[in-house]
Nanobody, 115 residues
Framework: QVQLVESGGSLVQPGGSLRLSCAAS????????MGWYRQAPGKQRELVAS???????NYADSVKGRFTISRDNAKNTATMEMNSLKPEDTAVYYC?????????WGQGTQVTVSS
């Protein structure tokens, strides 16, 4: 069993920055691909960024060059730095851990980009 707890969501002005953190607990976390997803009102949940156990990263086209995902296997954390935030980045952001058929989600953290 893996438990994920997100933090760092907030209200921020357009052009601002935020750092989201995901604290994970469980066994063999280093084998999991960690990801950040988001869901805006009335929209489907979408992948924002992911990082594999070997630290290969993948980003949605809409956030490339603005968001950076990283992980610290010693601390069992996954972090996403978000820069140049836009109103369309407003959503609930969810941390995800995935390995084989195992798939875990955090409770989500709200990010609102508004002036």
């Amino acid at each position: 069993q893996v438990q994920l707890v997100e933090s760092g969501g907030s209200l921020v002005q357009p052009g601002g920055s935020l750092r989201l953190s995901c604290a994970a607990s469980g066994s063999f976390l280093y084998v999991y691909t960690m990801g950040w997803y988001r869901q805006a009102p009335g929209k489907q949940r979408e992948l924002v960024a992911s990082i594999t156990s070997g630290s290969a990263t993948n980003y949605a086209d809409s956030v490339k060059g603005r968001f950076t995902i990283s992980r610290d296997n010693a601390k069992n954390t996954a972090t996403m730095e978000m820069n140049s935030l836009k109103p369309e980045d407003t959503a609930v952001y969810y941390c995800n851990a995935r390995y084989s058929e195992r798939n875990y989600w955090g409770q989500g953290t709200q990010v609102t980009v508004s002036s």
